[in-house]
């Protein structure tokens, strides 16, 4: 099957999910437990179209199931990998730099091979989605992650860079007070303004607090409180105006910074054609 071509997106407007459904279990539930006929239960499914939260959710309910093994069995009835129909779902942030390709894009879908579905959100949400898909595709016992989770920000909040270039065989990031705004590679490093490195160390702390005490980032492991007293002295803080409140409080306005406030679209493109497929040669078999 022809992959989607996602190119002429921005890196990191585009959060990808995957996850498998189990046709046995889909048949069984159409026709034992609400009842109808093998041919009804077949049109029924076909039509079937999952929520964005089946699709998208880390923890998979029946029928729905992630597994990484080659032939996975159904964890719910144990049935064989042809029952299985792998679901991938694009997702796609509303935002300006996406609007041409995203109408590009659906404009050549088939309808009934993709579901398109748009769902209200709001920047924060979209923010903390993306920093979820981060932490997953970075390996945290790697140090190397520290550099990887610092040019994903940069390709996020300024997508029309060249952040692969800038990044080639780099091997330190630093702030440099010289620098008002941007950035400047020198050598092997990698120069931030002050408060560009500041967000990026935000963002490595939010990536990693869930994987020990504390957050690990560029000036090592830090407690939101010692980020936060970081922050102010380099006058962060001041120039967002960001005054008083305790850390959370603090915290929630940090956020608005980097995740952006207000509302924001998202558009999901649901891969339907191997699910298409598998019922309808699922349904031969089960006839
Ligand atoms: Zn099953």
Known sequence: MKELDLSEFPP???TE???LVCLACI???FTKQIGLAPRSAYTEIKRYSPTVQELTSRTAVRPFFDSEEKHPRCPYCSAAKRWHARLDTHCIEGVKTTDVPRRKL?????QDQFALLEVKSDRRKAFFDWLDTLRISLDLNDPAWLLEATRAYLERKFPKEHWTTLFEDLRAVRPSSRLEDGWERDGARLF???AL?????LVQYLVSRSHEHGGRTLEGRLTLMELIRRLRRGGYLET????SGDQFEILDKLLDEIAGAGQLKLYYIV???EFLDKVKSVYASYA
């Open 240 to 243: 967002h105006n960001i005054s």
């Open 192 to 194: 931030l303004a002050p």
């Open 271 to 273: 891969d339907r054609r």
């Open 106 to 110: 659906s404009k050549n879908l088939k």
């Open 17 to 19: 999910y995957t996850t």
């Open 27 to 29: 048949f069984d539930i």
């Open 12 to 14: 990191g407007t585009v």
């Open 197 to 201: 490195y500041n967000e990026s160390l």
